[in-house]
């Protein structure tokens, strides 16, 4: 089954990058420890974080834990990417605000929503079940398939070193 993820504090944009290549992130920044690992063990998410004795302590309780250490996006998600083996698949993407599902909609239904421009230019909409978020690939969007491209080659990368 697809991982899920629960994110500590101090990893925001890797829930974000997450979210984006289409895996479930809960982002949890002001949670108790113990809350923390009380829910990751009552869903079955992974839990992300920084914090080496609350990895230590969710370890023991047998929850799946990654401790994060890497800096930036790219090593982050990338890093992770190698440990679970995770796809990262970016047209599977969920609404990198709230978690949301995105439903794929076309310029119709968003036209109220959208800038002009933007309503001309793309042919492809997706709106946020959850927050209403209306997205599409616009200008921004080469940067971030090239930092998924660059994390997807780093998890390879560090595969097959392990081989
Ligand atoms: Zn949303």
Same mark, same amino acid.
């Given at each position: 089954?697809?991982?899920?993820?629960?994110?500590?504090?101090?990893?925001?944009?890797?829930?974000?990058?997450?979210?984006?290549?289409?895996?479930?992130?809960?982002?949890?920044? !002001?949670?108790?420890? !113990?809350?923390?690992?009380?829910?990751?063990?009552?869903? %079955?998410?992974?839990?992300?974080?920084?914090?080496?004795?609350?990895?230590? $302590? *969710?370890?023991?309780?047998?929850?799946? @834990?990654?401790?994060?250490?890497?800096?930036? /996006?790219?090593?982050?998600? %990338?890093?992770? *990417?190698?440990?679970?083996?995770?796809?990262?698949?970016?047209?599977?993407?969920?609404?990198?605000?709230?978690? #949301?599902?995105?439903?794929?909609?076309?310029?119709?239904?968003?036209?109220?929503?959208?800038?002009? *421009?933007?309503?001309?230019? +793309? /042919?492809? +909409?997706?709106?946020?079940?959850?927050?209403?978020?209306?997205?599409?690939? #616009?200008?921004?969007? /080469?940067?971030?398939?090239? @930092?998924?491209?660059? *994390?997807?080659?780093?998890?390879?990368?560090?595969?097959?070193? $392990?081989?």
């Amino acid at each position: 089954m697809k991982h899920r993820f629960l994110v500590n504090s101090m990893l925001g944009s890797l829930a974000r990058w997450l979210r984006i290549v289409g895996y479930d992130a809960e982002y949890r920044r !002001d949670a108790e420890d !113990d809350s923390l690992m009380e829910e990751a063990s009552r869903t %079955g998410k992974v839990l992300l974080t920084r914090d080496r004795v609350l990895a230590l $302590r *969710a370890k023991k309780r047998g929850v799946e @834990t990654i401790l994060v250490e890497g800096e930036g /996006d790219v090593e982050q998600l %990338g890093a992770l *990417a190698a440990a679970l083996g995770l796809e990262l698949d970016p047209s599977n993407s969920r609404c990198p605000k709230c978690n #949301g599902s995105l439903t794929q909609v076309d310029r119709d239904q968003v036209r109220d929503r959208v800038p002009e *421009a933007s309503l001309e230019a +793309f /042919d492809v +909409f997706w709106v946020c079940g959850s927050c209403g978020g209306v997205y599409w690939r #616009g200008s921004h969007w /080469d940067q971030i398939a090239s @930092t998924i491209e660059a *994390a997807d080659k780093l998890s390879r990368g560090e595969n097959s070193k $392990r081989l």
